[in-house]
């Protein structure tokens, strides 16, 4: 088993900042790849960033310029630092890890992390 645990989120008010956190850990054999997902309420869960096991990352148009999806130097981290924050990026946040053992990929999912933008 996968053990998923995200921190950071809170409240802020539009312009600000936020850093969000995901760790990793427990029976691993490797990762494909690290990323965070937004839940807002009455929408469907959507992709904001990811990151693979070769560092190349990729992000989604709306936060492009704003959002930073990185790896720390401890294995199985990763980091989504969100500047410029909007209230239309008021979601819950989930960190979402690909795993893969004996070729098979499954996905782990964190607890959530609520980051609200509001004044």
């Known amino acids: 088993q996968v053990q998923v645990v995200e921190s950071g989120g809170g409240k802020v008010q539009p312009g600000g900042s936020l850093r969000l956190s995901c760790v990793a850990s427990?029976?691993?054999?490797?990762?494909?790849?690290m990323g965070w997902y937004r839940q807002a309420p009455g929408k469907e869960r959507e992709l904001v960033a990811v990151?693979?096991?070769?560092?190349?990352?990729n992000l989604v148009d709306s936060v492009k310029g704003r959002f930073t999806i990185s790896r720390a130097n401890e294995q199985w981290t990763v980091y989504l630092q969100m500047n410029s924050l909007k209230p239309e990026d008021t979601a819950v946040y989930y960190c979402?890890?690909?795993?893969?053992?004996?070729?098979?990929?499954?996905?782990?999912w964190g607890q959530g992390t609520q980051v609200i933008v509001s004044s």
């Open positions: 990151i693979d096991n070769t560092g190349r990352s």
């Open positions: 427990g029976n691993i054999f490797n990762i494909d790849a």
């Open positions: 979402n890890v690909e795993h893969r053992r004996l070729g098979i990929v499954e996905n782990y």
